[in-house]
C-alpha cells in the first residue's frame, strides 16, 4: 500500500534518532463475495489459470482428467501498518489506515487487536478514510457524534494516547475539504511529529 510507504517515509525525517518508523503487514484471507482486494498483489500465476481455464492436468498414465473443475481464485488481502519502535524494539506508537475489512468481516479482529495495544500503552492513530462500513475505531461512535451530530460517511483521525488510553484526540474529515495535519505522538518526553494527511493522498492520487 502506497500510503504506508508514504506514511512512513514522513515520520522518519521527524521522529528522534533513537526510534525507527516500521512499516508491518499481514494476511487476511478473503471469500469470494467479498470484494475487496488488496491494493497491490503480487503473485505467480499460470497462463491457464489467469483466463479461468484449468491446466491440462494428465495421470499417472497420461489419462486426462475427466471432470473439468470450478475455477475459483481466493484472493488474499494484505493487511499494512505503521509502528514506531525504540531501539530495544519496543512499540511506541502504531499507525493504522482503516481498510474495508477492518469495518467488515474482520471488524471484530481489528478492534481486539487496538484494544490489546491501548491496554499495553501504545500509542494508536487510526486514519479512516472510507465511506460506509460500520464504526470501528477507539472512540464509541455516540461519543464522536455528541460533538459531530452532524457527520454522515466523512472520515475521521483518532488518537489514543498512552498515558491516557481512554481520551481521545480526534479530527473530523470531511472527505470533500482539506484533510487535516495531524499530530503523532511519541513517549512522554518526546515532542509530537505532524502527519500532513492531504500531502500524502496527493502523492497517492
Same mark, same amino acid.
Given at each position: 500500500m502506497a500510503r504506508i510507504s508514504f506514511v512512513r517515509e514522513a515520520l522518519?525525517?521527524?521522529?528522534?534518532?533513537?526510534?525507527?518508523?516500521?512499516? %508491518? %503487514? &499481514?494476511?487476511?484471507?478473503?471469500?469470494? #463475495?467479498? =470484494?475487496?482486494r488488496a491494493d497491490v498483489a503480487v503473485t505467480e500465476d499460470l497462463d491457464a489459470w489467469k483466463s479461468g481455464r484449468a491446466p491440462n492436468w494428465? !495421470?499417472?498414465? !497420461?489419462?486426462? $482428467?475427466? +471432470?473439468?473443475? +470450478?475455477?475459483?481464485?481466493?484472493?488474499?488481502e494484505t493487511g499494512r501498518w505503521i509502528e514506531i519502535?525504540?531501539?530495544? !524494539?519496543?512499540?511506541?506508537? @502504531?499507525? %493504522?489506515?482503516?481498510?474495508?475489512?477492518?469495518? &467488515?468481516? =474482520?471488524?471484530?479482529?481489528y478492534q481486539k487487536k487496538t484494544a490489546d495495544l491501548r491496554a499495553a500503552r501504545v500509542n494508536l492513530v487510526e486514519i479512516n478514510l472510507l465511506r460506509g462500513g460500520q464504526h470501528t475505531v477507539a472512540i464509541?461512535?455516540?461519543?464522536?457524534?455528541?460533538?459531530? /451530530?452532524?457527520? !454522515? =460517511? #466523512? &472520515? $475521521?483521525v483518532c488518537i489514543s494516547h498512552q498515558d491516557d488510553p481512554a481520551?481521545?484526540?480526534?479530527?473530523?474529515? /470531511?472527505?470533500?475539504?482539506? $484533510?487535516? +495535519? +495531524?499530530? @503523532?505522538? $511519541?513517549?512522554?518526553?518526546?515532542p509530537a511529529v505532524l502527519l500532513d494527511i492531504q500531502a500524502l493522498m496527493n502523492r497517492c492520487y
Open positions: 522518519s525525517t521527524s521522529l528522534p534518532d533513537d526510534l525507527t518508523a516500521r512499516a %508491518e %503487514e &499481514g494476511i487476511a484471507v478473503l471469500d469470494r #463475495d467479498s =470484494g475487496y494428465s !495421470g499417472a498414465e !497420461g489419462d486426462s $482428467l475427466a +471432470t473439468t473443475p +470450478t475455477m475459483i481464485r481466493v484472493l488474499a519502535q525504540n531501539a530495544n !524494539g519496543r512499540s511506541i506508537t @502504531v499507525i %493504522e489506515i482503516l481498510r474495508p475489512t477492518n469495518k &467488515g468481516s =474482520g471488524r471484530k479482529a464509541s461512535e455516540a461519543a464522536y457524534r455528541e460533538f459531530h /451530530p452532524e457527520v !454522515g =460517511g #466523512d &472520515g $475521521l481520551l481521545h484526540e480526534v479530527y473530523h474529515c /470531511p472527505l470533500r475539504e482539506k $484533510l487535516p +495535519t +495531524t499530530r @503523532v505522538p $511519541l513517549r512522554l518526553d518526546d
